[in-house]
C-alpha cells in the first residue's frame, strides 16, 4: 500500500479540488514541486491517522490521552467522511496514542507513557504489544513495509531519533540525534518526517522534510518540503496511490492535509507533445 509520491496527479486534483472543504491551514513556505490542498476535516483534536486500502480513514482523539481507554474511529471514505463508527477500543500499556498506519491488514499503534519518557508498540485490533519500548516514546510511525517510527523523551527535549524494528524485534537508528514528530515513507524507501515547533540546528520548526535513501538519510542532504503555519505538522502518512498526508491540529478539531506532487514543466511539455502526436494521427487516418 505504500507508493513513490506519483506525478498522475492531474486529473484528481482537479476532482479533488471542486468538493474539497474551505482551507484552514497555513503555509510560510512550499516547496514548488508540490502542491497542498485540504481534504478532509475532523472535528476532534487528533494527533495518530492511518488509511486503509479502501481509503477509510482511522484516528483517534486526544481527548483518549491518558484515560485508560483509546478509541479508535473509521471514517468511511463512501460518506465522504461524514460517518464512522468505533472500530477498536482497548487499555494499552501507555498513556496517549500518537501514531497510526497499517502493516498490510494489521493496524499498529504507536502508545505514550503517561510521563511521555516510555511507551510501545501495539495491534491495535487485539492490544498485543509487539515491542516494549522503556526508554523513550514513539511519537510518530509508518508500517507499510519496515515498521519506522520516531522517538523523543520529554525529559530530554534534545533526545530524537528515527527507529527501524527489525525481524528479530531489535531496534536500529535510521536517523540519528533529531527530535521528530511525523514520519511516512514512500514505495522507494524515502522517509517523510514532520519537525517539531521549535527550529533544532538547521531543521526549522513545524515543517515537514523529505530524507533521500539514496544519500542513506543523511541530514545534510535533506529537503525541505514544507514549512506550516499553526502547530505544524503532528503525523504524517500516504495513502496506497501515494499520496502524502499531513494532520494540522486546530485545538478542538484536526485538518488533514493532502501534500502531492507537482509535475516539472517537461512533464507537461511531454503530456501536450504526447496528445499533439495522437490527434495528427487521428486526422490523418481519417483523411487517408
Keep these: 500500500m505504500r507508493k513513490a509520491i506519483s506525478t498522475s496527479f492531474v486529473f484528481g486534483m482537479l476532482t479533488l479540488s471542486a468538493s474539497a472543504p474551505a482551507l484552514a491551514f497555513t503555509t510560510t ?50 460518506s465522504n467522511y461524514t460517518t464512522s463508527s468505533t472500530a477498536y477500543s482497548y487499555t494499552p500499556f501507555g498513556g496517549a496514542l500518537s501514531g497510526l498506519d497499517f502493516h498490510g491488514n494489521q493496524l499498529i499503534a504507536a502508545v505514550s507513557s503517561a510521563d511521555s519518557n516510555r511507551g510501545g508498540i501495539y495491534d491495535a485490533a487485539t492490544a498485543a504489544l509487539i515491542k516494549k519500548l522503556p526508554d523513550f516514546r514513539p511519537t510518530g510511525i509508518d508500517a507499510r513495509a519496515d515498521i519506522l517510527f520516531t522517538g523523543r523523551l520529554a525529559s530530554n527535549l534534545d533526545f530524537g531519533n528515527v527507529y527501524k524494528l527489525n525481524a528479530d524485534n531489535s531496534l536500529s537508528i535510521v536517523i ?27 531543521f526549522l520548526g513545524n515543517s515537514i522534510y523529505e530524507f533521500s535513501s539514496v544519500e542513506d538519510y543523511n541530514p545534510s542532504t535533506a529537503k525541505l518540503i514544507a ?62
Excluded: C, H, W
Design 227 to 288: 514549512t506550516l503555519g499553526g502547530t505544524g505538522s503532528t503525523e504524517l502518512t500516504f495513502d496506497n496511490q501515494g499520496r502524502l498526508y499531513s494532520l494540522y491540529t486546530l485545538g478542538v478539531s484536526t485538518e488533514i492535509i493532502q501534500i502531492t506532487a507537482v509535475p516539472e514543466p517537461e512533464t507537461y511539455a511531454m503530456l501536450m507533445a504526447g496528445l499533439g502526436l495522437v490527434s495528427f494521427m487521428v486526422r490523418r487516418r481519417k483523411t487517408a
Design 176 to 202: 540519528s540525534n533529531l527530535p521528530l514528530r511525523g514520519i511516512a515513507a514512500d514505495s522507494s524507501a524515502n522517509i517523510f518526517v514532520s519537525t517539531t515547533p521549535d527550529q533544532y540546528g538547521s
Design 29 to 78: 513556505y512550499l516547496d514548488t514541486g508540490y502542491a497542498a490542498t485540504s481534504f478532509t476535516t475532523l472535528s476532534f483534536d487528533a494527533r495518530a491517522f492511518a488509511f486503509d486500502n479502501s481509503m477509510n480513514l482511522f484516528a483517534s482523539s486526544t481527548a483518549d490521552d491518558n484515560t485508560g481507554t483509546i478509541d479508535i474511529s473509521e471514517f468511511f471514505a463512501a
